[in-house]
């Protein structure tokens, strides 16, 4: 017998990054009801608090994330902000993804990023 878990649309969220040399956002947006969640990371020198990075711990591990260039861009992006990157230090990632069309695996790679745990 072939059992399917499906989990409820209140638990899929919309995911985007931006970084800026002094500024990273992190937004997800319920499809559902249309909530909007921000963490925002504003300094060049600032990295995520404890409790900003137990934020986005949260919804990265309970809900089912997806967007555009997702799996390429911005699970690299958030996985190194996990580990107290500064916003400089993201938008430096950012540029060398953009610049060399860098798959996932690639960036995870390049940036020790395998294997980390949330």
Known sequence: MNKTYTKPYNDLVVLDCESYPNYS???FKNI???????????????????????????IIQKRITFGFNS????????????????????????????????SGWK??????LYGQKL
């Open 25 to 27: 956002l992190f937004a």
């Open 32 to 58: 559902q009801n249309d909530k909007i969640k921000t963490i925002e990371i504003k300094g060049k020198d600032s990295f995520l608090t404890d409790e900003q990075r137990t934020k986005l711990n949260t």
């Open 71 to 102: 799996r390429n861009y911005d699970i690299p992006i958030i996985l190194y902000a996990l580990k107290r990157s500064t916003s400089y230090q993201l938008y430096n990632m950012s540029n060398r993804i953009i610049k060399n069309n860098n």
């Open 107 to 112: 960036t995870l790679k390049d940036f020790n």
